[in-house]
Nanobody, 120 residues
């Protein structure tokens, strides 16, 4: 059974930091692009970041560049998102997802999400 389980949400002050984790199981982690998405209340889902399995390339949406860092621990099938200098607009439900495409598209597996809020 494929599982993606996010954790690490909560309440953080603006300007603070938070690290989200995603535990993956049930598929060959090394063969999949793993990404982070977010959805804020009343808004559509937005791709935040991704790691490609092809060459380890990392991608970020413009609004988080320089503040967020994605990383993976392939030995333990874990994905992380280190978020610094958090802003109120970063608050959302964050999901991790897995894609067999090396270019971070076509996600087929999704987690249930973890939520955090940012107090100003």
């Amino acid at each position: 059974e494929v599982q993606l389980v996010e954790s690490g949400g909560g309440l953080v002050q603006a300007g603070g930091s938070l690290r989200l984790s995603c535990a993956a199981s049930g598929f060959t982690f090394d063969d999949y692009a793993i990404g982070w998405f977010r959805q804020a209340p009343g808004k559509g889902r937005e791709g935040v970041s991704c790691i490609s399995p092809t060459d380890g390339s990392k991608y970020y949406t413009d609004s988080v560049k320089g503040r967020f860092t994605v990383s993976s621990d392939n030995a333990n099938n874990m994905l992380y998102l280190q978020m610094n200098s958090l802003k109120p607009e970063d608050a959302a439900v964050y999901y991790c997802a897995a894609s067999p495409d090396g270019d971070c598209r076509g996600y087929v597996y999704w987690g249930q999400g973890t939520q955090f809020t940012v107090s100003s």
